[in-house]
Nanobody, 121 residues
Framework: QVQVVENGGGLVQPGGSLRLSCEAFGRIFSIHTMAWYRQAPGKQRELVANITSKGSTNYADFVKGRFTISRDNEKNMVYLQMMSLTVEDTAVYYC???????????????WGQGTQVTVSS
């Protein structure tokens, strides 16, 4: 009933930029925190950045100053602008949304299928 779908991954050269987008759609009453995670081969999934419904943001140290998270509450979308990319940023990037489908619902987390970001020359 709720889906989270990412877009915007691809291949980029070191030093380049990419913009990821993510939309949550379906039966949604309210979305609280939205976040981007990433998982590189052989590594655990890690938080990249998150943003509350009021726009408060939090970033992992390894992306501070290079990545910017933003959201459009009316469209149920979250974005990740990535700049100065390095090969270490290569990973599958996942979108996560904490949301409730009904006013009486508890908050549950929903994940997208992931989008591959490859940084290579």
């Amino acid at each position: 009933q709720v889906q989270v779908v990412e877009n915007g991954g691809g291949l980029v050269q070191p030093g380049g930029s990419l913009r990821l987008s993510c939309e949550a759609f379906g039966r949604i009453f309210s979305i609280h925190t939205m976040a981007w995670y990433r998982q590189a081969p052989g590594k655990q999934r890690e938080l990249v950045a998150n943003i509350t419904s009021k726009g408060s943001t939090n970033y992992a140290d390894f992306v501070k100053g290079r990545f910017t998270i933003s959201r459009d509450n009316e469209k149920n979308m979250v974005y990740l602008q990535m700049m100065s990319l390095t090969v270490e940023d290569t990973a599958v990037y996942y979108c996560e949304a904490d949301l409730s489908s009904w006013p009486w619902d508890s908050v549950s987390d929903y994940w997208g299928q992931g989008t591959q970001v490859t940084v290579s020359s």
